[in-house]
């Protein structure tokens, strides 16, 4: 594995290395093309500069030799029909017909004409400009061209400047990774100390990094965890208190399930036995012994779809199932089935038919659970009101105090001065969790001594109807 300053030193001499390349490229077509266009120009100036001459000239060989001499340039003349009469750098008689070289070309259009070529016979490119003149001999093409080859030197002499610059500049980064290495190594030597000091649970080591604000962070972080590490055992100790109390609440919920079961089986079994005993009894009161039966059993039956209830409450994972229905008839059942458990109490109904959509089950459950609880705490009439935006069950009875409305629907909740026959305490805490899955809440007003009324609103119930929820 490479250390900091090696892979430093790799990605510095890596970006510099491409760095090089790059100018490298930019500065040589950059001088190129420069050359080329001062190249161009200069060409064209000598061609105005030469042309007098050339028109007056009796001897063009003589000229063209003078000129390539003094201006460091290439010489050509071509006739009309592209023959070669004068050239200063090679033998014209070997050279070949220029009417259709490019420039040549140009210049009978233009009144110049340019190009850029590779030469065979000098082995070398060229800047071509030539230009159309009229002698007294007749239509000639007066050409210079200019040779490239001091693009190539100029370039390397450039780069060779570039070079020694860059290599200067991976020298100096070499030395600044060293020495960046040398202190992260420093600092990594202070962390790892701690570490090992840590590990030996002392938690009053001292760690200070110098250089890399990094290394800062990372010992903020440290002493952070050695904080937590510190406290565990506090936090093991509330913990196996939380547990305990779980445990504890886990007992309460299984005394109040056998509490709430032992009556009605035991009532199921007594019905059951004596009808089993005797196969001669009273018709009408065998009758009588079957709907006492029928009625208990509904009452596990709500019983263990309260607890399922409270179980998926418990982990949050309770959905609903909407349907169109008229929730009148579902408040007329739940008071028939309570006016048979409590047959010496008066259960009052106001309202009319009221088309909701929600899920029928669950409401049924939530009017059954607040129409019992107003019953179980009161000795006169339950009312039970439904009207176009709202339904309300209304008790004459004890009350609630004011420092208990908050708490009364929390999860195992009880008002422990009172004696409630629901005693796992989860009847207003699924009250309140399925009116809020159906984006309602439970109202509560209640004044100790007077009575206390629970509603709940049906707005959300009629807006979303027609639409699934869950």
Known sequence: MLRIHQLFFLNVLGLFTAALLVASLISFFALKSMIITDGKERLIQNI????????????????????????????????????????????????????????????????YGTTIRYSKTLKTDFVYVAKKIATPKGILYFRLSMSLKSVMEHFYTLWIKL???????????????????????????????????????????VLKPEYFREFLQISILLKNLVKKLHNRDKQKRKHTAKLRLINKQQ???????SHEFKNPIAAIMGYAETLHDDLNIDPKIREKFLDKILSNTHRVTLMLDRLALSVKLENNDLSIKPSTFDLSNVCLDSISILQAKYPDRSIRFDG????????????????????????????????????????SITDKGIGIAPSELDKITSKFYRVQKNRWDNSMGLGLSIVSYILKLHDSALTIESTQGVGSTFSFSLVSMIEKKGKSKK
């Open 251 to 257: 007992n309460d919920i299984l005394s109040a399930i």
């Open 163 to 205: 070079f020694i610059a860059f290599t200067l500049l991976i020298v100096i980064a070499l030395i600044i990774a060293y020495n960046i290495s040398k202190k992260a190594r420093y600092d990594i030597l202070q962390i790892t100390r701690y570490l090992d000091e840590i590990s030996a649970k002392n938690y009053r080591a």
């Open 352 to 391: 009319g038919s009221k088309s909701v959509f929600a899920d029928k089950t669950m409401l049924e459950l939530v009017i059954t659970n607040l129409i019992d609880n107003a019953l179980k705490y009161s000795e006169e009439e339950v009312s039970v009101t439904l009207t176009d935006t709202t339904i």
């Open 48 to 111: 105005e500069l030469l042309e007098p001459q050339i028109i007056e000239s009796k001897n063009l060989d003589s000229l063209a030799s003078t000129i390539a001499k003094k201006a460091h340039l290439r010489v050509t003349v071509v006739t009309e029909e592209g023959v070669v009469i004068a050239e200063s750098d090679t033998d014209k008689t070997k050279m070949e017909n220029h009417s259709n070289r490019v420039e040549i070309m140009e210049a009978m259009q233009n009144p």
